[in-house]
C-alpha cells in the first residue's frame, strides 16, 4: 500500500525542483540538514533573491496553470487552472520548542501536527475542478489524459532505492511545458556552466565542513551520549533521522489495503519519538548545533571571501533570468 497523501497538485513538480535546485547551490550535496542554521550564504541567496513573496508565486503559479489549460487543449482535453493557493495546506511548527516538538511529533515522520478545524474544514471542501471530467473518462481516456498532463511521468515507476532520475520539463508533458514556459529562463540559469561549477564548489565546501576537527569531535561526543541512551549504531545525526524515514516509509510498504497496524504504528511512532528527543537531547548536552553553525559560518565566510567575483557573476545571472 502507498503512502497517503493529500492530493495530486498539478504546480507540485515546479515547486519541488525549485526548492531542490536552491537547497543544493545552499547545501552542497543537498543532504537535509538537522541543525537549522543559516550562515554567509543563506545571507546571499536571501540578498538575491529578497523574502518570499506568496502572492508573486501564487501568481507564477496561475500562470503556469493557465498555460497548462491551453496546452491541454491543444491535446484535446479540457482542463480548469487550479488555484494552489486553496489547494495547498501547510503546519508552521517554527515557533515551537524543539525538545516539545521532539516529544510530541519525533522528527516529523510518522507522526504530524493536526490540522486545525478550519484547516480541516478548507481541506474538506476543496474540490478539484477536473475531477468531475477525469472521473466520467474510460480508464484509456484517463490514461491518455494523465499522459498528455504529465508526460513520461504519468506512468514511469520509480526504484526507490535507486537515485531519483533528472526531471525533464521536455518529458514532463503540458504542465512541464507549462513550467518551461514560465521559469524557462531560471532553469537554463541553474543548468548554465557558472552555476554548475558553482554547485560543485559549495558541495566540497560543505564536505569539509563535515571533515572539519571540531564538529568531528562534538559528532563523536554525540554517538557516545545516544549509546549510553540507548541508541547504538548511529554515528551522526543524519543516520539517526534517515533511519526513522526509512523505518516510517518501511511501515508504508504493505499488501494490505488497510497499511500498517495500530500496533506496527504505534511501535514506530514510540520509536521515533525516543529516538529524536535522545537526538535533541545529546545534542545540547555536547553543543552540537552551536559548534555546527559556528563552523559553517566560519568556512562560509571564507567561501564568500575567496569567491567574491563568481558571487557578484551568479547575482547578475540570476537578475538576468528574472528579466
Known amino acids: 500500500m502507498a503512502r497517503p497523501s493529500l492530493a495530486r497538485r498539478t504546480a507540485t513538480t515546479s515547486f519541488v525542483l525549485g526548492a531542490a535546485?536552491?537547497?543544493?547551490?545552499?547545501?552542497?550535496?543537498?543532504?537535509?540538514?538537522?541543525?537549522?542554521?543559516?550562515?554567509?550564504?543563506?545571507?546571499?541567496?536571501?540578498?538575491?533573491?529578497?523574502?518570499?513573496?506568496?502572492?508573486?508565486?501564487?501568481?507564477?503559479?496561475?500562470?503556469?496553470?493557465?498555460?497548462?489549460?491551453?496546452?491541454?487543449?491543444?491535446?484535446?482535453?479540457?482542463?480548469?487552472?487550479?488555484?494552489?493557493?486553496?489547494?495547498?495546506?501547510?503546519?508552521?511548527?517554527?515557533?515551537?520548542?524543539?525538545?516539545?516538538?521532539?516529544?510530541?511529533y519525533g522528527y516529523g515522520f510518522s507522526l504530524q501536527p493536526e490540522m486545525s478545524e478550519e484547516e480541516q474544514a478548507a481541506m474538506d471542501a476543496y474540490v478539484d475542478p477536473n475531477q468531475e471530467y477525469v472521473d466520467a473518462m474510460s480508464e484509456s481516456e484517463q490514461t491518455a489524459y494523465y499522459e498528455a498532463l504529465y508526460g513520461d511521468m504519468a506512468s514511469m515507476e520509480y526504484d526507490e532505492d535507486a537515485e531519483m532520475p533528472e526531471y525533464d520539463p521536455a518529458q514532463a508533458g503540458c504542465q512541464g511545458a507549462a513550467q518551461e514556459e514560465v521559469y524557462g529562463a531560471q532553469n537554463a540559469l541553474w543548468e548554465s556552466e557558472e552555476m554548475v561549477a558553482f554547485n560543485d564548489a559549495t558541495t566540497q565546501l560543505y564536505e569539509e565542513i563535515e571533515k572539519d576537527p571540531r564538529l568531528e569531535d562534538v559528532t563523536t561526543a554525540w554517538a557516545e551520549c545516544m549509546a549510553d541512551a540507548g541508541f547504538s549504531g548511529y554515528s551522526t545525526p543524519q543516520e539517526a533521522m534517515d533511519d526513522m524515514m526509512e523505518r516510517s516509509n518501511a511501515m508504508w510498504e504493505t499488501d494490505s489495503p488497510e497499511g500498517p497496524s495500530e500496533e506496527q504504528m504505534k511501535e514506530i511512532q514510540d520509536?521515533?519519538?525516543?529516538?529524536?528527543?535522545?537526538?535533541?537531547?545529546?545534542?545540547?548536552?555536547?553543543?552540537?548545533?552551536?559548534?555546527?553553525?559556528?563552523?559553517?559560518?566560519?568556512?562560509?565566510?571564507?567561501f564568500v571571501e575567496e569567491h567574491a567575483d563568481t558571487l557578484e557573476t551568479i547575482r547578475d545571472l540570476v537578475a538576468e533570468a528574472q528579466e
Open 21 to 104: 535546485l536552491l537547497l543544493t547551490a545552499c547545501g552542497g550535496s543537498g543532504e537535509a540538514s538537522d541543525t537549522g542554521t543559516d550562515g554567509p550564504l543563506a545571507d546571499f541567496w536571501e540578498d538575491v533573491y529578497g523574502e518570499y513573496d506568496e502572492e508573486k508565486a501564487n501568481a507564477e503559479a496561475m500562470e503556469i496553470e493557465e498555460a497548462t489549460a491551453r496546452c491541454m487543449t491543444e491535446q484535446g482535453f479540457e482542463y480548469k487552472p487550479v488555484d494552489q493557493s486553496q489547494s495547498t495546506f501547510s503546519f508552521d511548527t517554527s515557533d515551537q520548542d524543539p525538545a516539545e516538538y521532539a516529544a510530541e
Open 271 to 302: 520509536l521515533e519519538r525516543d529516538t529524536a528527543v535522545a537526538d535533541h537531547t545529546c545534542k545540547e548536552d555536547v553543543s552540537y548545533d552551536k559548534t555546527y553553525q559556528d563552523v559553517q559560518r566560519d568556512l562560509e565566510a571564507a
